[in-house]
């Protein structure tokens, strides 16, 4: 049976961590609860199914939970570091804002100093109702990279990689950039129930 992000992401949390950084774990409770979060705040961005959010390549937990978020509204994601944008809405770091070239109806989230022009992520998002209005994802097979996989492809694809490596429970799942096989392998880690690792961990 074809299994969507939206349905991975209301499964009931294990204890487990979900994700990792140098300096932060967020366990799989807080994990789903701010992809959640996040894709309610695109909501209210003016992100709706079908739309397009761009999200930055940095391997950043903001950027995960921007692009898993549009997964969950029905929106597509495009990784990319800089220039034109011609989306909906935006998913940088505040000092990376500079690099792209952002029309006044595309909003802005922004993790980190945020300029005026954005929406503060930290600022806005612990502020969100954890509770998911089951109008904006349920099982919905949008289409989510713009590559045009839909959101079931993405998933399929993610379970060829935990196959392929033997993924289980605990492990961990290395992502050092957020691109299409990035985004594969975070959704990889989802089925798993494994751990996305941002970056070298272990030093």
Request: proline fraction near 4%; charge should be negative; include cysteine.
């Given at each position: 049976?074809?299994?969507?992000?939206?349905?991975l992401?209301?499964r009931a949390?294990?204890?487990?961590?979900?994700?990792?950084t140098?300096t932060?774990e967020?366990?799989?409770?807080?994990?789903?609860?701010?992809?959640?979060?996040?894709?309610?705040l695109?909501?209210h961005?003016?992100?709706?199914?079908?739309?397009e959010?761009?999200?930055?390549?940095?391997a950043?937990p903001?950027?995960?939970?921007?692009?898993?978020?549009?997964?969950?509204?029905?929106?597509r994601?495009?990784?990319?570091?800089?220039?034109?944008v011609?989306?909906?809405?935006?998913v940088?770091a505040?000092?990376?804002?500079?690099a792209y070239?952002?029309?006044?109806?595309?909003?802005?989230l922004?993790?980190?100093d945020?300029?005026?022009r954005?929406?503060?992520f930290?600022?806005?998002?612990w502020?969100?109702?954890?509770?998911?209005?089951?109008d904006l994802?349920?099982?919905s097979?949008?289409?989510?990279l713009?590559?045009?996989?839909?959101?079931?492809?993405l998933?399929e694809d993610?379970?060829?990689?935990?196959?392929?490596?033997?993924?289980?429970n605990?492990?961990e799942?290395?992502?050092?950039?957020?691109d299409?096989e990035?985004?594969?392998?975070?959704?990889?880690?989802?089925?798993?129930?494994?751990?996305v690792?941002?970056g070298?961990?272990s030093?």
């Amino acid at each position: 049976m074809e299994e969507t992000v939206a349905e991975l992401l209301q499964r009931a949390p294990n204890e487990g961590v979900a994700l990792a950084t140098e300096t932060k774990e967020y366990n799989e409770e807080t994990f789903y609860r701010t992809c959640h979060k996040t894709a309610n705040l695109l909501n209210h961005l003016g992100v709706r199914e079908g739309g397009e959010v761009v999200v930055s390549p940095a391997a950043e937990p903001e950027n995960v939970f921007g692009f898993l978020g549009a997964c969950l509204v029905g929106a597509r994601t495009q990784f990319s570091d800089g220039g034109s944008v011609e989306a909906d809405a935006l998913v940088c770091a505040g000092d990376r804002l500079k690099a792209y070239d952002v029309p006044a109806s595309c909003s802005v989230l922004a993790h980190g100093d945020a300029p005026s022009r954005a929406t503060s992520f930290e600022r806005e998002i612990w502020g969100e109702n954890p509770v998911f209005p089951p109008d904006l994802a349920g099982g919905s097979d949008a289409v989510v990279l713009s590559d045009g996989r839909t959101s079931a492809e993405l998933v399929e694809d993610a379970r060829g990689v935990v196959d392929e490596r033997d993924l289980w429970n605990g492990d961990e799942v290395e992502v050092r950039e957020l691109d299409e096989e990035g985004a594969v392998n975070v959704v990889a880690a989802l089925v798993a129930r494994a751990m996305v690792v941002l970056g070298d961990v272990s030093g």
